[in-house]
């Protein structure tokens, strides 16, 4: 019995014993009959059915070893996946692509602010902006003179 899209039997209404529509199945989708493939048919590598006894042993060995090769490489793929270092490196790349991201936005962040601020202490022609150079110039003046003050007083 052939089956629709590939579905298992269960799904689509039945098996090869039981006829679809069967109580403790779910009939989904219509059952095409045709041809009951036998054990002998097998599908190449090209989709083509083709009997066991068609192939010669030359054919057979030569698509074992393609499949030998195949699944060589894959297992050697898999290998490098889990190997230890390649593990570590992808988490440091990890890590550094995180750093990277952080740093560039700290200085991004850090850009702004300096803009902001000489945009408020410099003018539009490139000269300092007197009214509010002298207040931030005479606030720096005050905070240094109370450290000084205050690292005098500790060492006595």
């Known amino acids: 019995m052939v089956h629709e899209e590939g579905a298992p039997p269960s799904l689509i209404g039945g098996s090869d014993r039981h006829p679809p529509g069967g109580a403790d199945t779910l009939c989904l989708a219509p059952v095409k ?3 009951t493939p036998t054990t002998d048919d097998r599908v190449d590598d090209g989709g083509i059915d083709v009997p066991e006894a068609a192939r010669s042993a030359a054919e057979i ?7 030998r090769e195949s699944l060589a490489v894959t297992l050697d793929e898999i290998a490098v996946r889990v190997h230890p270092r390649t593990i570590v490196g992808d988490v440091k790349a990890r890590a550094a692509g995180a750093v990277d991201r952080t740093t560039g936005k700290a200085a991004v962040a850090v850009t702004r602010t300096v803009d902001g601020v ?6 539009a022609e490139g000269g300092p902006r007197l009214d509010r150079v002298i207040p931030v110039a005479a606030l720096a003046v005050a905070v240094t003179g109370l450290l000084v003050l205050s690292s005098r007083r500790r060492r006595r």
Not at 61 to 67: G, L, N, P, V
Not at 118 to 123: F, I, K
């Open 33 to 35: 009959t045709g041809p």
């Open 61 to 67: 060995e030569e698509r074992i070893a393609r499949r």
């Open 118 to 123: 000489r945009a408020q202490l410099v003018s």
